[in-house]
């Protein structure tokens, strides 16, 4: 079920006295209509039911309305239009279902010439994003060259005989091999003690590019950097996904997995930034937000900076 964008979440502090110069995102955002002008458009998907399938603890379907709540008050320094196209919710546990009709909804966004931002739920929103890009890509070319740049403490290529937020990246792989399309995933920040040695066997049979969470600190930034450039010089587009558990457990404690130790929030922002700043970006999400795990927002707030460094 596709509902419409929830307004009511977009409510914020309004500073008559400064004038238009001093907007706030829930003043500048509109509801989506087909055949707008060109913009950003906010999607979510209202589900955890992946996170259910993993084992995970469930929370993440009040993901978006949380992000959403935590963007509206912040200052707008943009200039593109920006819109709420609502949320796919998942009825029923059919989370294919969910996902396949978030797929559909994020292709006719990008058909409008918009920059589609998921809001998740559960890492589930991967495997919907990456197959609603893949399909719009592929009316237009056979074999286009997607990178997938997944910020996580997990890689997320488990076997299982149902989607989960633990499978969307080997999904995306069977789906490529299928396609005949090449499989670019880069994951940073990976957990050593979060990933079985099956995973680490299955990404490097898969030929994933990862730096583990231990290379992902401020003094290494040059390598980082390195590696980061070196994946994207190698693709035509850029599929990017932040999983929130990539984060220390301190700045990001409301979601399923918490860490033990993540990457700093600067580092990842930067990187964000400067995966942006390629020119190749064509859709992007964040996921694992869980507000009933979250401690003063803090979790909703770090989702919401960074959703915005896409932007501004």
Known sequence: ???????????????????????????????????????????????????????????????????RSALANLAWHGTCALYDAG?????????????????????????????????????EIAFASFLG????????????????????????????????SGTPFRQIAEYCRQAGMPFDYCCLGVSELSN??????????????YLLDRQMQSWNLPAIEECLDRFLEGIDVLYM???LD?????????VSAPSAHGVEVQVVEHLVRRARASGKLRVADIAELNPGL???????????????????
């Open 1 to 67: 079920m596709i509902s419409t964008a929830p307004l009511h979440l977009w409510q914020g502090r309004i500073d008559q006295a400064e004038g238009q110069a001093a907007r706030r995102w829930h003043q500048w955002v509109q509801p989506w209509a087909a055949d707008q002008a060109a913009g950003i458009a906010l999607l979510g998907l209202a589900c955890d039911e992946g996170v259910k399938r993993n084992q995970g603890r469930t929370g993440a379907r009040q993901g978006p309305a949380a992000i």
């Open 87 to 123: 949320d796919v919710a998942c009825i029923d546990d059919d989370l294919e279902g969910a996902q396949q009709a978030y797929a559909e909804r994020l292709g006719q966004l990008l058909e409008e010439g918009h920059l589609p931002l998921g809001l998740g739920g559960g890492h």
């Open 133 to 164: 890009l893949a399909e719009h890509l592929r009316r237009r070319q056979p074999c286009p060259r997607i990178g997938i740049l997944n910020f996580d403490a997990h890689f997320d290529l488990r076997h299982a005989a149902h989607s989960s």
């Open 196 to 209: 079985t040695q099956a995973l680490f066997d299955q990404a490097r049979a898969l030929d994933v590019r």
């Open 241 to 243: 996904t932040l999983c």
């Open 246 to 254: 990539v984060l220390p457990a301190s700045q990001a404690p409301g």
């Open 294 to 312: 979250d401690q003063d927002r803090r979790t909703a707030r770090v989702a919401a900076r960074l959703l915005a460094s896409l932007i501004h």
